[in-house]
């Protein structure tokens, strides 16, 4: 019935979306240095910037989306600070079965590799007791616009997720080089390349020059609007 995708919330999780705002726009190198950093995962300095935004949690809905099958309206994303359980899905019983294990990523390595067995791990067998409680929430889509970005692209489809992904790509790259772009101009310039792609979008017959295709262009994209926001904080033309 449903497929529920759980999220840390990243860098930012306790931060209110006033306190990001404000911070984004006074502290701006402060947000930089913590937006590389995560509370729970060790995963890299790109993920990490992708957490950060939840773009990371907006392309695994379009994961989602093409690996089961499910409609977008039946994938929903929760935040859940302690990243404990890392997926559910939900029955046509309204029952949930979920996934839990410590934010670790040797255990989805192993599972990956050793599917469909199960190998025997000298890891810390996980303890619910000593863990105490878990807790979700309803993610802020003010404070993270890169959410519904993916799920416009994914409910779009045709070539739209190429350049979502690429302009995410481009734009993380570029924020995480000290260029000068700020935080939330990452959604602003994805937002821009995907308005910009409405004009030459294919929806059929899509074939892989044209994802190259869109994913150079995307690239460019932001490559050319970067500098505009960073001299002059100008909207996209």
């Known amino acids: 019935r449903r497929v529920i995708l759980t999220a840390s ?30 509370p729970n995962w060790d995963m890299g300095a790109k993920i990490t910037l992708d957490s950060a935004t939840m773009m990371n949690k ?39 079965i979920a996934q839990l294990g410590w934010a670790d990523m040797r255990l989805p390595l192993v599972y ?26 309803a993610p802020d889509h003010q404070k993270y616009p890169c959410i519904a970005l993916a799920y416009a692209a994914g409910r779009t489809g045709g070539t739209m997720t190429a350049v979502l992904n690429a302009a995410n790509e481009a734009a993380n790259e570029k924020f995480r080089e000290d260029v000068g772009l700020g935080f939330l101009d990452i959604p602003e310039l994805i937002e821009g390349a995907m308005e910009a792609h409405k004009a030459d979008l294919k929806l059929t017959d899509v074939q892989l020059d044209d994802i190259l295709n869109c994913d150079v262009w995307a690239r460019e994209f932001v490559e050319e609007n970067m500098s505009k926001i960073i001299n002059g904080k100008v909207l996209f033309t």
Do not use: N
Request: glycine share 6%; aromatic share 10%.
């Open 58 to 96: 907006g392309l695994e809905v379009i994961e989602a989306h093409y690996l089961f099958g499910a409609s977008y309206d039946d994938i929903d994303v929760v935040v859940h600070p302690q990243s404990i359980v890392h997926s559910m899905v939900e029955t046509l019983d309204t029952s949930c």
């Open 9 to 38: 919330g990243g860098a930012f999780r306790d931060f209110s979306k006033e306190e990001l705002f404000r911070l984004c726009e006074e502290d701006p190198r402060m947000i930089q240095g913590k937006a590389t950093t995560h």
């Open 112 to 137: 990956s590799v050793s599917w469909p067995h199960r190998l025997r791990m000298p890891y810390k067998p996980l303890d619910l007791a000593e863990l105490g409680s878990l807790t979700f929430k």
